[in-house]
């Protein structure tokens, strides 16, 4: 998180103090490095650069329209997974052609809008969207085009919720099912088949699954050829890892280097979708602390935000370090760090050794670029925290905190109550 560092002892992003944001926004909030997102972007774009591939952003990773049009006017395409994926990208002025969609539960609404916008391809997850496709187009008499994800059968050594490329998963098509499609593709006249899709999972931190999967789709797209099929795309999907706490990892180049020879061998148009490798560390998220409890057996420091506002530990028993913003020769121990929701799960780090703050002292999360913000909640009626992004010496709040007002805005109470 080179963006992020102590000068003097505060914690700032780029040339920003955080506790400056924390008095002019509040706490929590999120707070992005406009600097960090662009270089990840041209780091993957530069180790890839010999297959030149279309840098699809994985949407679903950060969807905020400043991040997602910060990576588009540097040439990133989108991909989406929904309705409200495909308006956001509509809205920043996505080019249509750089859109790619996966999505296994793809509804009529989200098909019909896509064909209309002109994506450059849906990623079809089974035969019975295929057909829904291809009819949906034949009504608005418009032809798509698509490639099919095939489920490559290979584990990505990632936590288990993240696994998507083995046939346990719901995801893709298995290799079999794929090429009878493929031979039978005037089946689906309106829908032009150009390629292949994989997406193995996320937060993968060797090249190993990669190559066992570039591998079997390799050879699949010989045996195509050998049927006379010849394909357009191959769409690698996302998933690089990023350091959350191991600092041994795969990074772009790693990757870089072991998938190019065999992206060379396949041979075709190439599109790539990274969503946490690009904005997962380009991001914290900043609390205030409440109290240090002390229960005899445990300490605890309650901070005033919770799992609805990042719930990866929650969900996934993920690490995520924590610093303090402003450095502290404070005595560390042992302790939980909690939020105040009533559910055991609510935890940002266990048994962490973490100096005694406080009240009022300011903790930093990091490594919230990805998969934080997108998946908060407003449970126990709790608004969403602000986004600041900060560019330099410049900032602004790219997305709002919520208010009581918005989280009522659309209920309403019957009549016949
Ligand atoms: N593409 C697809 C189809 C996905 O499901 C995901 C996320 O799991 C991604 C891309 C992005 O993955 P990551 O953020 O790990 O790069």
């Known amino acids: ?155 990505a050594a990632t936590h288990q919720r993240i696994t998507t490329g083995t046939l346990k998963n719901k995801f893709g098509i298995d290799l079999q099912t794929a090429h009878r499609i493929f031979k039978n593709a005037d089946k689906y006249p309106y829908v032009m088949l150009k390629g292949l899709h994989i997406h193995i999972g996320s937060q993968i931190t060797t090249t190993k699954p990669y190559v066992d999967a570039l591998k079997k789709a390799l050879s699949f797209i010989n045996t195509l050829k050998k049927d006379g099929i010849a394909l357009e795309y191959f769409d690698l999907g996302g998933g690089f890892g990023i350091i959350y706490k191991d600092k041994n990892i795969a990074g772009p180049k790693d990757f870089a280097k072991v998938l190019i020879p065999l992206l060379k061998k396949i041979d075709l148009k190439i599109v790539m979708e990274p969503g946490r490798s690009i904005c997962g560390d380009t991001g914290i998220f900043v609390t205030k602390a409440l109290y240090l409890k002390d229960n005899g057996a445990k300490r605890f420091l309650i901070v005033d935000s919770g799992m609805n506002d990042l719930m990866r530990p929650s969900l996934y028993d993920a690490y995520h370090e924590i610093i303090p913003v402003k450095q502290t020769h404070s005595r560390k121990i042992k302790m939980d760090i909690v939020g105040p929701i009533c559910e055991s799960g609510d935890f940002f780090a266990k048994d962490r050794m973490f100096p005694k703050l406080k009240e009022g002292e300011l903790i930093a999360i990091k490594n919230a670029g990805a998969y934080c913000h997108v998946m908060a909640s407003n449970y126990n009626v709790r608004g969403r925290a602000p986004e600041i992004l900060v560019k330099g010496n410049k900032y602004a709040a790219i997305k709002k905190r919520e208010t009581f007002k918005d989280l009522v805005k659309l209920e309403s109470i019957p009549d016949f109550l």
């Open 1 to 155: 998180m080179s963006e992020f560092s102590y000068k003097k002892g505060e914690l700032y992003c780029e040339s920003i103090k955080v506790k400056t944001l924390a008095d002019k926004f509040g706490t929590p909030f999120y707070l992005y490095s406009y600097n960090a997102l662009i270089n990840n972007f041209l780091k993957i774009q530069a180790a890839f650069k010999p297959v030149d591939p279309l840098i699809c952003f994985a949407m679903k990773a950060n969807d905020n329209l400043a991040v997602v049009k910060a990576l588009t006017d540097k040439g990133a395409g989108c991909d989406i997974v929904s309705l409200g994926e495909l308006q956001k990208a509509k809205k920043i002025k996505a080019d249509p052609q750089k859109i790619v969609f996966a999505s296994v539960g793809k509804t009529e609404e989200e098909i019909i809008a896509a064909i209309k916008t002109g994506i450059l391809f849906f990623n079809v997850e089974s035969e019975e969207e295929l057909l829904k496709i291809n009819s949906l187009a034949k009504k608005l008499n418009k032809k798509t085009s698509a490639t099919l994800r095939i489920n490559p059968d290979v584990a």
